[in-house]
């Protein structure tokens, strides 16, 4: 098992930044690829980046691209999400997963943290 909390959400005004953590505990030798997840008030919750843990392949959704920079700190079993010039469509419950595979479910999943963005 895995256990995933993460921290770093909060409100801020539209193009502002907030950078978000999330810290690994558990078995994190078995993680294959980590990544940050939102859902919206009335939406799924959808992916917004991955990467993978023991390579540097990366992959963000294109609404976030050049905007939101995703890293890892494999030492600390931590995963990064900063997000800069923010606006009101990133607001969303945002939240840590983790996978033993590449492919497939997730397995592992955060609390969620809450970013908001005013305009």
């Known amino acids: 098992q895995v256990q995933l909390v993460e921290s770093g959400g909060g409100t801020v005004q539209a193009g502002g930044s907030l950078r978000l953590s999330c810290v690994a505990s558990?078995?994190?030798?078995?993680?294959?690829?980590m990544g940050w997840f939102r859902q919206g008030p009335g939406n799924a919750r959808d992916i917004v980046a991955n990467?993978?843990?023991?390579?540097?392949?990366?992959y963000y959704i294109e609404s976030v691209k050049g905007r939101f920079t995703i890293s890892k700190d494999v030492t600390k079993n931590m995963l990064f999400l900063q997000m800069n010039r923010l606006n009101p469509e990133d607001t969303a419950a945002y939240y840590c997963?983790?996978?033993?595979?590449?492919?497939?479910?997730?397995?592992?999943w955060g609390q969620g943290t809450q970013v908001t963005v005013s305009s």
């Open positions: 990467i993978r843990w023991n390579e540097d392949r990366i």
């Open positions: 558990g078995r994190t030798s078995s993680i294959a690829r």
């Open positions: 997963a983790a996978d033993e595979s590449i492919i497939g479910q997730w397995d592992y």
